[in-house]
């Protein structure tokens, strides 16, 4: 730290003398301006590029990396500036880690499991099938290591990652027919990427990968019996009741689906160290607010679709989440299976989970359950 500031000192200094010799090349003019005193030297400025996995305008996400940019902006006094780019205006919207990864661009943001293909590892720190929620993801990260992990996995491919944001507990999904038990996901199609899907499968389930804008009428059309998405804000937009009439909860599939900013490791490291303080100060300010966006948003929507949409609100019964949970471990150990490094990281998010575990359920959980008010959804 110390022998970057005195660098950065340097380069100043050495700016300073290149200064100084071009007016002494000068003629006399220079010397007019000399005697008004010294001149104040330009700020450095930085111009960036940041990618994302989004559609354009997708709010919380999207519009939470194009906050994330303009409060660098702000908070630097227009010294670092980050042109945003949503997905495929710049590269594909899975192109994004191999982008910053290469150096294309200084950054970008989007969910570390879509990058399992390439980097198995990476799954862990974004959303695991009965996994932690958001309150658990950020504790993990800031204070039981989780972010060192993180950093240890992205570092072979030059990129530094820092949560950016999270959805808190997702919604199961809307389904056309009925789930009562664990058969009913034998033949069902359902849209759920990631661990869930995988999980799916296991129970009997055909998983479809679809592009975001070819959900709803997959679904209208029968072409898909069931599809998650996000929670009531973003799936109220897409209009899901309109297709579907059963909303399920909870989202045991994503139980606080953190998203993420990344940095090429290059670019980072040659800001002045103030700067790179900044960014992981803005990220974990836009991380609060991302949750802070949907916990308010989703509250208001849910309310919307029961009330104005007649949505049918169910809970997935107790013994198919049981059920549904003996699969999702077998699906983390064996894709803990796939390399050491997944292995070590599940170690450690295992155990994180199970002592947090127990103190949730004696603090929020128990708490929730005092204050729940089955009534307060008004038909
Ligand atoms: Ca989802």
Redo the contacts with the bound molecule.
């Keep these: 730290m110390e022998r970057r500031d005195f660098l950065r000192k340097a380069g100043l200094a050495a700016t300073g003398a290149v200064a100084a010799a071009a007016g002494l090349a000068g003629c006399g003019q220079e010397k007019k301006e000399e005697a008004k005193g010294p001149a104040v030297q330009p700020k450095k400025t930085y111009e960036w590029k940041m990618v994302t996995t989004w559609p354009p305008n997708l709010p919380v996400l999207q519009t939470g990396a194009e906050r994330f940019a303009k409060r660098v902006g702000e908070v630097t006094d227009g010294q670092l500036k980050i042109e945003v780019f949503a997905g495929g205006e710049l590269v594909p919207p899975l192109g994004v880690f191999d982008a910053v990864s290469e150096g294309t661009v200084e950054c970008g943001s989007g969910a570390s499991y879509y990058w399992a293909g390439k980097v198995p590892a990476a799954q862990w720190f974004a959303a695991v099938p009965f996994g932690l929620n958001a309150q658990g993801i950020n504790a993990w990260f800031y204070s039981g290591g989780g972010l060192q992990l993180w950093e240890e996995v992205y570092a072979p491919f030059n990129v530094i990652p820092r949560p950016q944001g999270n959805t808190g507990v997702?919604m199961g999904g809307w389904f056309r027919k009925d789930m009562n038990t664990i058969d009913d996901f034998k033949g069902l199609k359902m849209r759920i990427?990631g661990l869930g899907g995988k999980v799916i499968s296991k129970a009997g389930g055909t998983v479809v990968l679809l592009p975001g804008g070819e959900i709803f009428t997959s679904l209208e059309r029968g072409v898909i019996d069931a599809t998650?998405?996000?929670g009531p804000m973003h799936d109220l937009r897409m209009g899901f009741y309109k297709a579907a009439k059963n909303y399920y909860y909870p989202?045991w599939h994503?139980p606080g689906?953190c998203l993420e900013v990344m940095f090429n490791k290059k670019a980072y490291e040659s800001l002045p160290l103030e700067f790179q303080h900044i960014l992981d100060a803005v990220a974990a300010e836009t991380n609060m607010w991302s949750l802070s966006e949907f916990e308010a948003g989703n509250g208001a929507a849910l309310q919307t679709l029961i009330s104005e949409h007649n949505v049918n609100l169910v809970r997935f019964p107790e013994p198919l989440l049981d059920e549904l949970r003996k699969l999702a471990k077998e699906t983390l150990e064996e894709e803990a299976e796939k390399d050491p490094m997944s292995r070590k990281v599940n170690e450690a998010f295992k155990k994180f989970k199970a002592q947090w575990g127990v103190w949730g359920s004696v603090a929020d959980n128990a708490y929730y359950s005092v204050i729940a008010d089955k009534y307060a959804l008004k038909k």
């Design positions: 997702q990427p998650e998405w996000v989202g994503e689906t």
